[in-house]
């Protein structure tokens, strides 16, 4: 034990020695807090988006009592009125932003059909999203690997060329000491980094202490210990230090770039979902449709899944407002088998993801922080279903006022219901990535440990 | 020098290394070419079904009065340009289909990238993605012992010694392994060549020859200044240990953290409105004037006494045409004038933002060729504008007919509708990408940024060898 606390702190002295190792740790950890700086900028940006959007309805409200002075038919104030289901993010979600710059944190709402509500979009720089986010979760799962594979790839290969290997295998020490000396003294080295930067990466965006904390530090342990594990069976197969690099780098564009792109398009190809546009073309055809069909046909349609508007007048108007909204719903329903098979392709996508993730550390590592965080695609899913709830509820807010024939006054401006959802953590997604990252890390160490019985270490 | 290039190409050419590094990216070169296409096919099918679909829905509506039919309204989906099968560009991450109708501009909607989980934030397997990260890393295998292993075994003062000068050892090595590189890239290039020229399913013109061309020349240059640089740093490092190191935190640098890093510092610097906010300010000067001053009421009433006046008539009933019609269209007019001022805004910021990404494309070569090649694929931020424009040049016109047609219904048009063959005389949507000369100006700082990295790394880096003391 003695020889390995003295290789260790001659590694320590080593790595002070090498200015390049030191800078390039230097430099990981200025991105890393860059990451961090950007992710909790953005997402304080998104947060105070979503505090203007109030604003934007008491404007619109404003607006409509200057419009409407008197009472006003609730029919006109369900069609100029807009108002808002929101997505808050978790505190979390500024270390990992994951789909929350594609997905809209929002969904602006009138009265009218919600499928061609639903799915627009905000604003977004296409150029932008394609590059993706600089937020820690990045650092982690794409830049720490490279970082473990600069400082490992020459473990033994360097000394060996350098012709040191030799000497030091000379003395009364078993090459398994050496390696695991130089092993544990890089990944004190690269765990500290790690741990540092999430831990002020917490700090600063003001995480909830809970089981959270334990569950991003473990999985940010077991990433980095996958890739040790990696770079041991490297190391195990005794090449040079120009083989290891090159090796090791492929095996990194392989789990953190070739697989993740393959892996989209086998989900893609696997689970295509049309129905989107399918969808939104059906809902329009549904809805104007109503324009042209008897007015009776419709309201019979809409009194057999609302009776209890059924003993409502019967309508001779050439125009009504309950009318125009009971066709509006109607072509919502008409379309409500595509809609859930939309979601539903989209979660089996994900699904279909979560089983392959074991492919590559990398995937899973970052759909496990997003799920942590709560900002991939379920998430989203899930913000759907709470504004499609949302807007149910606004129906059942507006309806009496069109069914009854009650004047909407505006005191009623207030009583509207509001909506907001805030991120909840996919926490058991999480988990599972926790066991199927400690899983890779016990194959990988298996393997590394196995090679390395199998090959004594030559120091030639 | 034409003897070392020979030695170099065939030398690599029996390197086994080489031969399986160069077999995957050969590989995974012609199996994204492929991928690509069928993409590409089922994309456009879908789309084009889509349009037809809403095309004769368009047309064969029922007697509508044409009001409704300007809220009933129509599709435009974005075809996929023919080339950017091999570089799709921003394409995932932009909506597919925007719904036209009258008084709004809606967002376009259903992008890939929405329809997917974080998983295609890792990047898409492309054509462009093997030629722009893939190549330059097998270059650097390629090249980074080429003077170092010479130093290291000794060959290079034997070299020297038969009175070649280094120049001229350099500028062999850089021919031998551009003619390697050339051997591994070009089957895959020609099979998508093939298949855009053979097949009928692309409507191949002098335009996509044209970009076809430029396409293979951009890589050409950016291949090129790799096996340059690289060669270089090569000569420039001590051990081959330090030129693989240096070459490889280039590389990193250059294609993994900076584009990403760049973007995101644009979007930080300068931020983008929301769509939420956008709309709402739009209706607010829609409504109020662009200054405030011109409130929407105002000017339909000055339009309705002005039309009184032109007609010498004293009441609605007795104009030969409608007054709703003309209201409508006058604020059609109005409101597109002002959310084409707030949209080339918002254009604006998102062009300042990309702008500095091209900017360090002076820096980095990646940052040069990604803009360049998506340009010249139609699949870049310009070329979606372009349709994002198209779509609402075709919808403001398709809505001012609409209003046309209502004005000319005269006093009582609400109460009557226009024949169902009157739809049928409306024009579709028929979306034409701009020509490679629109593009090109788009283009011009990557062009140069390119030019001006292979030329610099000629000139300065074979300076900086044939004044390094190698032997």
Known sequence: MRIFWLLFSYEWRHFRAAKGLVLLCALLLLTGLYGIYYGTTEMERQRQHLTTLPELSRRNVEELKVKFPGPADAGDIGYYHTTYAVHHPDAWAALSLGQRDINPYYVKLRLLGLQNQLYATDNTNPMKVLSGNFDLAFVLVYLFPLLIIALSFNLLSSEREEGILTLLLAQPVSPGVVVSAKLAFRLAVVLGLAWLLSVVGMLWAQVPLDGRVGTWLG??????????????IITALQRTSAFNAVTLL???????VLVPSLLNLGVAAAHPVPQGIELTIKQREEIHAGWDRPKTQTMNRFFALYPQWRDTATIRERFVWRWYYAFQHLGDLAVAKQAAAYANGLQQRYDLVEKLNLLSPAIN????????????LPTHLKFQRSATAYHDALRAFYYPFLFRKVEFTHNDYAREPTHTFTSQPELSTALRGLGKLLLSVGVVFAAGLLLLRARPINPR | MHSIAQKEFVSTLRDKRFLVLSVLVLALLLAATLVGRASYQTLQQERQLAQQTVNDQFRHQPARHPHRVAHYGSFAFRPRSGLSLLDSGVDSFTGTSVFLEAHQQNSVNFSQAQQSGSLIRFGEMTVAFVLQMLVPLLIIFLCFGAFTQERETGTLKLLLSQGVSLRQVAWGKIWGYSRAVALVVAPALALA????FGTEEFTSGADLVGRLVLFVLSYAVYFFLFIVGAVVVSAVQASSRAALVTLLGLWILGCIILPKATANLGATLYPAVTKAQMDADVHEEAQHGINGHDPQDQRSAALKAGLLKKYGVDSEEKLPVSVGGIVMSESEAYSAKVYQQHFADLNATYERQNRLSDWVGLLNPYQAIRPLSMGLAGSDFAHYVHFQQAAEAYRYALVQRLNALQTSMG????????????????????YQAPPLGWALPHLLLPVVALLLWAVGLSWLGLRLISNSRLA
Not at chain 1, 365 to 376: E, K, P, V, Y
Not at chain 2, 193 to 196: C, D, G, M, P, V
Not at chain 2, 411 to 430: C, I, N, S, V
Request: glycine share 8%; aromatic share 14%.
């Open chain 2, 193 to 196: 060549a093939a298949l855009l």
């Open chain 1, 250 to 256: 492929g095996v990194w564009l392989l789990l953190v």
């Open chain 1, 219 to 232: 999985l940010s342990t077991l990433y980095c210990l996958f890739w040790f594990g990696v770079a041991l």
């Open chain 1, 365 to 376: 590592a970052q759909s496990s922080l997003n799920a942590l965080a709560g900002t991939d």
């Open chain 2, 411 to 430: 006093y009582g048009d609400k109460e009557r509708k226009l024949d169902a063959h009157t739809w049928q005389q409306l024009p579709l949507f028929a």
